[in-house]
């Protein structure tokens, strides 16, 4: 497939612990962003050690990987909400570049 009918965008993902998703998912919403998904249960090991993936009966000690596309004129804002929450808890944020085919759903 090529990017010749695709709608650059930007993916922001954002991996935090579960207490912390609740705030990710509404700085997202505030952003303009029409819709993100959320993933729970997420393992890995990074700077804060190993965490494992799904607790049985406990989200709040688990990571949350949250994904959301949006139009890069709303990206900015979007990162400068979400530097406050990470500077002060666990959490990790990837930006990138992003091509998608049905730009309505993202405007």
Do not use: C, W
């Amino acid at each position: 497939m090529t990017r010749t009918n695709l709608a650059k965008m930007t993916r922001i993902e954002v991996i935090v612990s579960g207490t912390d998703a609740p705030d990710v998912r509404r700085i997202i919403e505030h952003s303009g962003a029409t819709g993100y998904t959320t993933i729970s249960g997420v393992s890995g090991l990074g700077h804060s050690g190993y965490h494992e993936g799904r607790l049985l009966f406990n989200e709040q000690d688990t990571l949350a990987l949250l994904i959301t596309v949006i139009p890069d004129h709303r990206a900015d804002a979007l990162i400068a909400g979400l530097r406050p929450l990470l500077e002060n808890s666990s959490g990790v944020m990837f930006v990138t570049d992003t091509y998608v085919s049905r730009p309505d759903y993202f405007t």
